[in-house]
């Protein structure tokens, strides 16, 4: 299908996990992708992917909790293919510890990163989403942010900060053809819970969730083509949960 035919999109975080499923699933339907990325292996080579898969896609390093950088790599998006259309803010860390024990310097890392970089990405995109006349921003929040984590007070408080934003940013943009909505992934098998789970633990969790499994990266992409397309065109300010029915018992 090409639902996201001639339109150019930016996605955090894109050379692996979510973000990499994302970028994927967007360039399978026809847009081309920026692989806004720290990381300039895994982009690289998720620039490849698209581009062997027949679509357009460009690397760009970028640290989005750098406002140089995410002017540089909007400026780079323009360059290459003269537009930006839909923007997913994906990027994100996961530091693990107790508030008692926390460094100040970790407490402004996941803020810089998960919550700073969407705002400074957002701010970077909606001169150009209006000058188009309209645009697409999706936040990738977590189920976190609803429920909270042991150990992971930062990365909760920016996952919850990024629901608010993404409500108060859809407020602001309403009247101009530009939706801000965000996913909630709930527990999802990527790099990220494996830095601080063992796989053991990760899928015992499996036994708390609705749908009695644990997410794959590409339950994340239906979501967010769906956001992006014009099918949502209507839809702003609203999170949705994607977590197999939730943590149940
Ligand atoms: N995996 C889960 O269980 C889960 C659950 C809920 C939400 N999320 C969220 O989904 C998003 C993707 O996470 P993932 O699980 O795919 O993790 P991941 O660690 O596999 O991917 C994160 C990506 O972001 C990149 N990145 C980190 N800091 C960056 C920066 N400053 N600038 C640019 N890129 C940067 C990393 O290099 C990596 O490619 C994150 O926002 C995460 O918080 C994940």
Not at 38 to 44: A, H, K, R
Not at 53 to 66: E, H, I, P, Y
Not at 129 to 146: A, D, H, T
Not at 156 to 170: E, P, R, V
């Amino acid at each position: 299908m090409n639902r996201l035919e001639g339109r150019t999109a930016v996605v955090t975080g894109s050379g692996q996990g979510i973000g990499r499923a994302i970028a994927l699933g967007l360039a399978r339907e026809g847009a081309s992708v920026v692989i806004a990325e720290i990381n300039q292996e895994t982009g690289l080579a998720a620039q490849e992917e698209i581009r062997q898969g027949g679509q357009k896609a460009l690397a760009v390093n970028v640290d989005v909790s750098r406002e140089d950088s995410v002017r540089s790599m909007v400026e780079r998006c323009l360059a290459e293919f003269g537009r930006v259309d839909i923007l997913v803010n994906n990027a994100g860390i996961y530091l693990v510890s107790s508030v008692e024990e926390m460094a100040e310097e970790n407490w402004d890392r996941v803020i810089r990163t998960n919550l700073v970089g969407a705002f400074l990405c957002s701010r970077a995109v909606v001169p150009e989403f209006l000058k188009q006349g309209g645009g697409r921003i999706i936040n990738i929040s977590s189920s976190i942010g609803f429920y909270g984590a042991r150990n992971g007070a930062h990365y909760a408080a920016t996952k919850a900060g990024l629901i608010g934003f993404t409500k108060a940013l859809a407020l602001e943009l309403a009247l101009h053809n530009i939706t801000v909505n965000a996913i909630c992934p709930g527990l999802t098998d990527t790099a990220q819970p494996r830095g601080h789970r063992t796989e053991e633990e990760m899928y015992a969790k499996a036994n708390v969730i609705a749908m009695r499994r644990i997410g794959q990266p590409g339950d994340h992409v239906g979501p967010a083509v769906f956001l992006a397309s014009d099918a949502a065109r209507f839809v702003t300010g609203q999170t949705i949960l994607v977590d197999g029915g939730g943590v149940t018992g």
